[in-house]
């Protein structure tokens, strides 16, 4: 690349209009009466460096002739920042990968070394070589919130855990990052490694409290989708490609129904020490882009059902089998009158499409946790038996939601009195002198529960009479009963029943979602126990019960869900190929211990340290939309993020105005690298009417910089692309603008861009970066500036309209028709990166 200092007659010229900015064309030569493209460099679509298989979530499999997702690496992607370097390189910021939370937890953020070759009027290659990168990386744990990587040594961040959109480097080396998640500033050293915890942005309108967006971590909006992010990346660690599913309460989903929702979240009672909150905080659609399948609980009203299935949830868990069955059945999925949409050839349920539960059996039906409560839910077709387990005295698993053989469900075999007073810890006994001890056929559901023997006929073969139906069964019992219900139906005494060739055929196949019932908390329940105390601890409790899966091969079959996560984390690295599950729920226990308090689970703190129950993942408990609402809109965070020449000051700029604000004003916030805080310091750019975002600001001056304002167009040569010059207000807070560049409107007098694709928009004479996103300007000199474009790959097509691929990233040099302002006394020598034509 060839560099010459400016002439000493332009930095006179440029004396002579420092203090006022502009000179209409007075004094320039002809040649500088148009913006000029002086050179124009390339990075293809299609390029790629070393990392991990990228863009597994996409939604889809193939976008603009690109498939994914990408097996050969990352790509390295649009750039939504870059610096010059003194030897001629620069240092190019890639964005967050895919442009979402939900879909860029497979891509690691990055920031490359590139050198353009820049075609010119005096030749050139036109390329862009890639020279190497360095990671983000949060070794050192100062990210206080759950990310990707979250269980990794080396902790490398990804697009889902920031979405870095300006850096700057600093006078010691160091670099800072702008992030639109939170907003947060990052700073890490020279390698990228992080040096302190992210820093948010005061909200000085309201004290005490931060502009967040939608997708800031520190909010339970977008805790859930970055917890499962975590946990995957675990199961992917030790060898487990199953996908966790992710299985919330019900009514804890943002879907609109304001009749569900928690009572303690709406109105907390008084001293329970609560917060009110939203429930509605899980989004299913989310979810289900970041890959997770959504199967909620617990759900007993039919229509009910039907909105749940509606809303796209991949399954359903019910007390009610029968309803769930029938609900299945009437549902028209696609609306063309004609229901039984989730229904496969055979009548039954279609297990690609809907996974129908039958939970703890069928609990309102049956008593819950035994063998004709699986019965219940196997007549009424259910794909999965949903079942609790704990782990007695001699290490077997048996069926029970509680740990303590409950009063209300179980009754003594000798007949003496049972009540809460006696209850007993399963764990302090022996399965053999569990189910010798107890009978567990106690009614307290509804008249819809019966315990009537002659409507458990398989269950009776089972036992071989009806006597120990409802005695508390073992694990293995559960996977025995299911073999002999297939033969009891298909060749037994069950084969001349109507539905029996349904039956047995439902329960070839059946699956199994079974609860660890731990209970990680360290303070101590109504009865005076810890909660952690009162069954096996994790690591060997999931052992015990993922030991009968693996000895009755039933992995491919069986599930092991759980609201203490670190039972799962357990299995993911011991037991690979069975598939896991995350309970979410909020059942808290109130301070005063009055009634309606439960047992903490599983999104409550304890003593105001994070909840236990998630494994040290971070869950930001009770802090929504409801008591303190996301003032950032969505993609709206630090899009540009300048740093005065003096390196003293940072200067985030907010890529959209604040949710509830009205116009186009954006706030800069003045950051003090000294102190590493926020001064308080505000100023306001207004965008153009036409204008949606901004793509970046930087400062060449200390009173001047440069903002790139764009709208959503793209292939479009009559869009809104262009750059301004912005100058510090000596009074007020408003930057004042003028056009500096017209980006769809450069000239190409040297046919630079002529080598371009049939169809290919802004490219020619009158050349343009019809782009959506543009990201990157670099300043060279008031006469020079650099443009980089973001080309979103594989998404946005605004170059190559005719031939639909995707865009490439572009580096163009461009010659300003006027020069930009400097203050008086900028004695900077300015370098231009290519040479002044030959005259």
């Not at 909105?307 to 028209?332: K, Y």
């Not at 599950?581 to 308090?597: E, H, Q, R, T």
């Not at 709206?636 to 009205?662: C, I, R, V, Y």
Request: hydrophobic residues 35%; glycine residues 10%; proline residues 6%.
């Amino acid at each position: 690349m060839n560099h010459f200092a400016l002439s000493k007659p332009w930095r006179r010229l440029l004396k002579g209009v420092a203090t006022v900015g502009f000179v209409a064309g007075a004094m320039l030569p002809a040649c500088a009466q148009m913006p000029v493209l002086r050179g124009r460099a390339v990075l293809p679509a299609d390029s790629f460096a070393a990392g991990p298989d990228s863009g597994q979530n996409l939604g889809g499999t193939e976008f603009n002739g690109k498939k994914a997702p990408f097996t050969i690496g990352q790509p390295v992607q649009g750039f939504s920042s870059v610096m010059r370097l003194a030897d001629g390189t620069y240092e190019a910021m890639s964005d967050n990968g895919f442009g979402g939370l939900e879909n860029s937890a497979d891509y690691l953020l990055r920031v490359y070394r590139i050198r353009p070759n820049f075609k010119s009027e005096r030749g050139g290659k036109g390329d862009i070589e890639v020279l190497g990168y360095f990671h983000l990386s949060d070794p050192d744990h100062h990210i206080p919130f759950t990310i990707t990587r979250h269980f990794s040594e080396e902790r490398l961040l990804t697009g889902a855990d920031f979405d870095l959109e300006s850096f700057v480097k600093a006078a010691d080396g160091t670099y800072w990052f702008g992030d639109e998640f939170g907003p947060y500033l990052l700073h890490t050293d020279a390698t990228g490694r992080l040096l302190e915890a992210p820093i948010a942005l005061p909200d000085f309108d309201n004290p005490d409290q931060t502009l967040d967006s939608p997708n800031n971590p520190l909010r339970e909006e977008a805790a859930a989708v970055r917890i499962m992010n975590a946990v995957r990346h675990h199961a992917r660690m030790h060898g487990n490609i199953k996908e966790p599913v992710f299985s919330p309460w019900h009514v804890m989903f943002d879907d609109g129904n304001a009749e569900t929702a928690i009572g303690n979240r709406t109105n907390p009672p008084s001293g329970s020490g609560l917060e009110a909150a939203d429930s509605d905080i899980f989004n299913v659609q989310s979810l289900q882009r970041a890959g997770y399948p959504v199967v909620c609980w617990t759900v007993n009203d039919k229509n009910r059902m039907l909105e749940l299935m509606a809303l796209g949830v991949d399954g359903i868990i019910s007390d009610r089998p029968d309803l769930l069955w029938e609900a299945v059945q009437e549902f028209d999925a696609d609306e063309d009158g004609t229901p039984g949409d989730l229904l496969d050839e055979n009548g039954l349920i279609d297990l690609a499409r809907f996974d129908a539960q039958g939970h703890r059996g069928g609990r309102n039906l049956r008593p819950e946790n035994t063998i004709p409560a699986m019965e219940v839910a196997l007549d009424n077709m259910m794909t999965t038996l949903e079942l609790d387990c704990g782990v007695t005295q001699d290490g077997i698993p048996v069926l029970g939601h509680d740990p303590y053989v409950s009063a209300s469900k179980a009754r003594r075999t000798d007949g003496e009195d049972y009540g809460a007073e006696d209850e007993v810890l399963i764990k302090n006994m022996t399965a053999t002198d569990l189910q010798a001890g107890f009978i567990v056929d106690k009614l307290f559901r509804g008249p819809s529960q019966v315990n009537l023997a002659d409507l458990s006929p398989a269950s009776v073969g089972f036992f071989g009479g009806a006597e120990g139906i409802y005695k508390v069964p073992t694990l293995q019992q559960v996977f025995d009963f299911v073999e002999y219900y297939i033969c009891y139906y298909r060749y037994g005494q069950g084969v001349s029943h109507p539905q029996a060739e349904q039956r047995w055929r439902n329960a070839r196949r059946v699956r199994f979602n079974i609860e660890t019932k731990t209970n990680p908390r360290t303070d101590r329940d109504p009865k005076g126990n810890i909660y952690i105390e009162r069954t096996w601890a994790a690591v060997p409790f999931s052992h015990a019960v993922a030991k009968v899966i693996i000895d009755n091969h039933m992995s491919e079959r069986a599930d092991i869900q759980s609201f203490d996560f670190s039972t799962l984390l357990e299995v993911q690295k011991s037991f690979p190929t069975i598939r896991t599950v995350y309970l979410f729920g909020d059942f808290p226990i109130y301070a005063n211990g009055a009634g309606g308090s439960d047992d903490g689970t599983n999104l409550q703190d304890q003593a105001g340290a994070n909840t236990p129950w998630m494994a040290g993942l971070y869950w930001p408990y009770r802090i929504n939309n409801g008591n303190s609402p996301a003032r950032v809109r969505g993609s709206g965070g630090f899009e540009g993020m300048a740093m005065n020449p003096a390196g003293t000051a940072l200067f985030p700029l907010l890529e959209k105005p604040l949710s509830d604000q009205t116009g186009k004003q954006l706030l800069i916030h003045r950051f003090d690298l000294a102190t590493k805080s926020y001064t308080g310091e505000r100023y306001v750019y207004e965008m153009e009417p036409e204008g949606g975002a901004i793509g970046e600001f930087i400062m060449y001056d200390e009173n001047y910089g440069l903002i790139i304002e764009r709208d959503g167009s793209q292939g479009d040569m009559s869009g809104h692309k262009k750059i301004y010059q912005v100058q510090f207000p000596g009074e007020g807070n408003q930057l004042i603008k003028t056009e500096a560049l017209d980006l769809l409107n450069i000239h190409d007098n040297a046919a630079i861009s002529a080598d371009a694709d049939s169809g290919d928009v802004g490219v020619g004479e009158t050349f343009g970066f019809p782009f959506v996103t543009i990201e990157s300007v670099v300043f060279f000199s008031p006469f020079t500036l650099g443009i980089v474009n973001d080309n979103n790959y594989p998404f946005s097509v605004g170059r190559h309209v005719g031939s639909g691929a995707p865009d490439d990233n572009e580096f163009i040099i461009v010659r300003l028709p006027q020069p930009l302002a400097v203050s008086p006394g900028n004695n900077k020598t300015f370098v231009e990166p290519i040479a002044e034509p030959a005259q």
